[in-house]
């Protein structure tokens, strides 16, 4: 076998290098689309420029310009650009009409990177299946509107870049995955968190319709989490961000150096830059899309992690007492704050950490994405797979001890030792299940993983494969795991060392959710 394998698609040659972990054929650093830069700065993604000879493949493209906001997140892209449109293909060697997943990553559509380790799909391709990841623009570079964007040469797409350098790269995929040995016709997208939020904004979006075959989304939809904003608040706010640096064109705005505009940012919170009902992407609210039964009808497995978050999210810096506990509720939920206590019930202080963290983490992401999986499941004709993430993270590595995990899961070190943090609800936090699904603990020497974590990683990555192979996620090593039915109570996946099926404990949380939510 070649060290330097070599695919030809529409736009050239390409040659990659052979993965050394797995021994799996790695093309790396391919432009999906052109530059986004200059006069395509906040224009919808176009075609990439054909090349002549061999272009290498062995080496990730730029991430997409962005702060440095999560301490979890490790690049292996070389450097930071706007030039960012660039995705990574991993395939079996000699492979033919197989399956193929593509990945969008997390980090808030504020940060992240095709090339971090923990989405290497080289160990999902080693058993059997294409594996791509694709970059897409974030922040304000691909979540802005401005009315002077009405009068460019598209000026159907508004606020919707990033999403659309992902419906791009799918298109991308049609077109060029069977060079490397993959079935356009079984195309699976999946994602976590903000990359879990494109996934189902790719299922609302008619541009997408036809791209894709199985959706996974993992702590996160748009009904709920980074929802979608209509176009005259998307304008409004692109004025004010324009007003704030003293400017009163887009020339101007595109005018400006790259880091300059990523520099302006740093006074905005991540939940301003989301998509926008723009007419084009979004033709209407995803929330009507979804209810019409308007979204694409593909096989769904969709779940979340058992402390997304911890209690901090809801008391902040309050001890977690009862009475703090419910004065917190009282103060969000208002006249409703009897029913969520209900639900929510805790009786002394000793519950307040577990009540409180399950609060937070609905509130967070776990509705949105409990409300994505219900309503595919009554509007669509496709079988929807729930599963519940509970495996907690073995304990950092003795010689990282003065590292501490952050609110969302990430790692935040510091150069003294902090003092002991309050204690969390035991749990799988945000973004922990990605290593596991993904099959990459290895690359995270961060924790001191043991043998059955790597048999929770095999168990998960069966999951994975069985849905991107068949639409479902059963077969060897799972449960027999049913699809929702509506108007009943909800079988789940109970992830952990030992899985199993059961009927959902909390679906009448959710249900109050809804209907508070709904009002």
């Known amino acids: 076998m070649t060290t330097h394998p070599r695919v030809s698609i529409a736009a050239g040659t390409l040659e990659g290098s052979i993965d050394a972990r797995t021994g799996v054929r790695a093309f790396k650093g391919i432009p999906f689309a052109a530059p986004p830069v200059g006069a395509l700065r906040w224009r919808e993604p176009q075609p990439v420029p054909a090349w002549h000879g061999i272009r290498p493949a062995q080496q990730f493209g730029p991430r997409a310009m962005q702060l440095p906001v999560f301490g979890d997140m490790l690049f292996r892209a070389p450097q930071m650009s706007e030039d960012c449109l660039y995705l990574n293909v991993w395939s079996p060697a000699d492979a033919a009409d197989l399956p ?59 606020g919707n870049y990033g999403y659309l350098d992902q419906t791009a790269a799918l298109r991308w995929v049609q077109h060029n995955i069977a060079a490397f040995g993959g079935n356009p016709g079984r195309v699976t997208i999946a994602g976590e968190s903000a ?42 706010a692109g004025l004010g961000f324009a007003k704030e640096l003293g400017l009163s064109s887009l020339a101007q705005l595109r005018a400006l150096p790259a880091q300059t505009l990523l520099e302006a940012t740093k006074n905005h919170q991540p939940h301003h830059f989301t998509g926008t009902v723009d007419g084009y992407f979004f033709t209407q609210s995803p929330w009507q899309s979804f209810a019409d039964g308007a979204q694409t009808d593909v096989p769904l497995l969709v779940g ?43 009786q002394n202080d000793a519950d307040v950490i577990t009540v409180a963290t399950a609060l937070a983490s609905d509130l967070f992401i776990g509705y949105s994405t409990w409300k994505w999986a219900d309503v595919h499941a009554r509007t669509s004709t496709s079988p929807v797979y729930r599963y519940l993430y509970a495996h907690p993270r073995p304990p950092l590595r003795p010689e990282l001890g003065n590292a501490v995990e952050g609110l969302a899961g990430g790692i935040i070190r510091s150069e003294e030792t902090p003092p002991p943090p ?18 990459n603990l290895d690359t995270n020497d ?11 990683s095999a168990h998960m990555q069966h999951i994975y494969v069985n849905f ?52």
């Open 195 to 236: 990359g879990s939020i494109s996934v189902s904004a790719q299922m609302v979006s008619p541009l997408a319709r036809g791209l894709f075959a199985g959706a996974i989304g993992s702590s996160g939809s748009l009904l709920g989490a980074l929802p979608a904003t209509t176009l005259a608040d998307a304008e409004a």
């Open 446 to 456: 961060v924790f001191a993983w043991t043998e059955m974590d790597i048999h929770v």
């Open 100 to 158: 193929v997943l593509v990945y969008f990553y997390g980090g808030g559509n504020v940060a992240g990177d095709g090339s971090e380790p923990r989405y290497d799909g080289a160990r999902l391709a080693q058993q059997g299946i294409i594996c791509v990841t694709v970059n897409y623009r974030l922040n304000i570079f691909g979540f802005f509107a401005h009315p002077d964007l009405r009068h460019d040469p598209d000026a159907g797409a508004m």
């Open 304 to 346: 979340w992690n058992s402390t997304e978050v911890p209690y901090m999210f809801l008391l902040r810096d309050q001890a977690p007492t009862l009475a703090n506990y419910q004065a917190a509720v009282h103060r969000q939920f208002g006249d409703h704050a009897s029913d969520i206590l209900a639900h929510y019930n805790a």
């Open 468 to 519: 991107v192979r068949h639409g479902h996620p059963n077969g060897a090593d799972i449960p027999t795991w049913p699809a929702l039915t509506p108007g009943h109570v909800a079988p789940l996946l109970h992830i952990a060392a030992t899985s199993h099926v059961v009927s959902d404990p909390h679906h009448a949380r959710y249900q109050l959710l809804d209907a508070l939510m709904s009002q």
């Open 422 to 439: 309050p204690p969390l609800a035991i749990g799988a936090v945000h973004s922990a299940d990605i290593e596991y699904f993904m099959g």
